[in-house]
C-alpha cells in the first residue's frame, strides 16, 4: 500500500545501506543521518523507523543511525517481509469495507436523499433519517476495520516472535529498543527534567511526603507492539 510516498522520492538522492529483494518485491532500508528534516519531524513523534512507499511493491525504510545499529534484528529481511505482508493485509482490507460496505451505503444515502427531497415536510425528518443512519454505518465500519487490522497486526507479531526466536528473544529487543529510546531522549533534552524541577518549584510549596518529578510515557516503536495510525505504518 502507498505510505508516506514524499518520503519514498528522498531516497532518490543517495544511496542505501541495504537492500533486501524477495517476491518480486524489493526494500531499501536509509538512515535518517543525510535528512535532519525528516529525523526531527518523526523522531519528535516518537519514531525511530518510517516506512514509504509509492506502489506497494516497492519499499523504502527511514531509520535512526544509531538505533538501526543497536535494533538490526528488527529489520532484516526475513522481519521486513512480515511487515510487508501486513500492509498488504491492511490494503486489503480497506478496500473490501470501501467496496462492499461504505461505497453501497453512500450511494444508497444520496439516492434516499434526493428522493426525499420531493416529498414536503416529512420529507426533512427522512433525510435527516438517512443521513444519521448512514453515519452510524461508517462509524461501525470504520471501528471494524480498526478491529480487523489490529488482529492482522497481532499475527504478524506472533510471526516476528517465532522469526526472532521466541517471546523471550522478543521481549529482550524491545527491552533493548526502550533503553535505547530512553537515553536518545535523554541525551536530546538533558537540561528538561531539570527545568521542570525549577519551574515546579516556583510555583508550589515544598512537599515534605512525596517528592516532584516529571511524568514520562514509555516510548514503544510502533511497528513492533502495534501499528496504531497510518496504515500506512513504520
Request: glycine share 6%; charged share 30%; hydrophobic share 40%.
Amino acid at each position: 500500500m502507498r505510505l508516506n510516498p514524499k518520503l519514498f522520492a528522498l531516497g532518490n538522492e543517495v544511496e542505501p545501506v541495504d537492500v533486501q529483494e524477495f517476491d518480486g518485491r524489493k526494500i531499501e532500508v536509509f538512515m535518517m543521518g543525510p535528512y535532519p528534516q525528516v529525523q526531527e519531524e518523526f523522531i519528535n513523534k516518537g519514531k525511530f523507523a518510517v516506512w514509504s512507499s509509492e506502489d506497494g511493491t516497492n519499499y523504502r525504510l527511514f531509520i535512526e543511525d544509531g538505533y538501526y545499529n543497536e535494533l538490526k534484528p528488527l529489520y532484516t529481511a526475513s522481519i521486513n517481509k512480515i511487515w510487508v505482508d501486513f500492509w498488504d493485509a491492511c490494503e486489503r482490507i480497506s478496500k473490501k469495507m470501501s467496496r462492499c460496505v461504505i461505497l453501497p451505503l453512500t450511494v444508497v444515502a444520496l439516492a434516499a436523499c434526493i428522493g426525499f427531497s420531493f416529498l414536503k415536510d416529512i420529507g426533512v425528518y427522512l433525510m435527516i433519517g438517512v443521513v444519521a443512519v448512514a453515519f452510524f454505518g461508517m462509524l461501525f465500519t470504520n471501528r471494524l476495520t480498526k478491529k480487523k487490522i489490529y488482529e492482522e497486526n497481532a499475527s504478524s507479531v506472533e510471526l516476528i516472535k517465532k522469526s526472532l526466536g521466541g517471546t523471550k528473544e522478543f521481549d529482550a529487543l524491545l527491552e533493548k529498543q526502550k533503553n535505547y529510546m530512553d537515553s536518545y531522549y535523554d541525551a536530546l533534552y538533558p537540561d528538561e527534567e531539570e527545568e521542570v524541577l525549577e519551574e515546579e518549584s516556583t510555583l508550589e510549596a515544598p512537599k515534605s511526603e512525596e517528592s516532584i518529578k516529571p511524568e514520562q510515557d514509555t516510548i514503544v516503536e510502533a511497528e513492533i507492539e502495534e501499528v496504531k495510525e497510518d496504515t500506512k505504518n513504520e
